[in-house]
């Protein structure tokens, strides 16, 4: 029987996630198809989830924690995060997960990294935090309003608003989640991020497809500077891991070949 995918956010046209998804399905020849909608409001999403005989999902921008509560069960770290982005049917249960957290982290697994700097107090801030405690890593905020900051402190994580970080800290890599880098502004004062990156070794900027000023000066101070194109990669092998129950060392090397043809233009 043919089982359906789809990937729900808003807007939904630029995404790449039937691409990657639908190269798997077809390289391990499982009968599956994987589309995207444009959801306009996260109400009805259960209600469509069945109607569509959906076998899972990705939630994407804005909807990663309005539609938690349209799921069954939340399993693994998505509970502390409060954000989901993939969905499993299990029967008639939806089973909802986080993948982007552990997407975000196979980028640095490698690095000697003890203490990082998250910009941006939104809902990838919250699965970058959660991930790098899990792996002892200490985790500061910094955010340019204080509202977002309030689900950090609730859970003891050290927050700072912008003009009020210490002179003297020394963070080992300076991550941008915030969403600064679509308008290409710096996310801080250039001189403070100056100033944070002669003590950096790592740079991380969430955006991907173009050169962002956070990266720019990152490199121009000598930091190795990521961008999130293999953050998005990552995710979407963990979560096809979960959808076909499948090994991700399996997908990997398929989505990756996939992500690779993407690149060059020539899928
Ligand atoms: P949210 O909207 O939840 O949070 C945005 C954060 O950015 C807030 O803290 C906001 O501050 C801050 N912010 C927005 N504009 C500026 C600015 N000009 N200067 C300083 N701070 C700013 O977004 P998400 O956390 O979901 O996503 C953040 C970015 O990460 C987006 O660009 C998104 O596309 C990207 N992303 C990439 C992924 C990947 O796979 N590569 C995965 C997930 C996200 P305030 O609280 O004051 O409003």
Known sequence: MLKLYAVFGDPISHSKSPILHNY??????INARYTRYHLESSEHFREL???????G?????????SVLSSCDEIRGIANKIG???TIVREHNKLVGYNTDAIGFYKNIESKFIKNALILGAGGSAKAIAYILQEHNISVSIVNRSAKNLEFFKRAHFPCFLSEEIPQDSHF???INATSSS????????????????????????LMYGKECAFLSL???????????AKMLLYQAIEASSLFLCVDST?????MEEAYDCLIKGTL
């Open 24 to 29: 798997v399905f077809h390289k391990l020849a």
């Open 250 to 254: 399996k997908i990997a090397p398929i």
């Open 172 to 174: 080992d890599m300076i």
């Open 182 to 205: 679509i308008n290409n502004t710096l996310p801080l004062k250039e001189s403070t991020l100056k100033h944070l990156f002669n003590n950096a070794n790592v740079a991380f900027d």
């Open 49 to 55: 989830f069945f109607k569509f005989g959906l076998s």
């Open 83 to 85: 954000a989901i982005n």
């Open 218 to 228: 990152a490199k121009d101070s000598g930091v190795e500077a990521i961008d999130g």
């Open 57 to 65: 999902a990705n939630i994407t921008l804005p909807f990663k924690e």
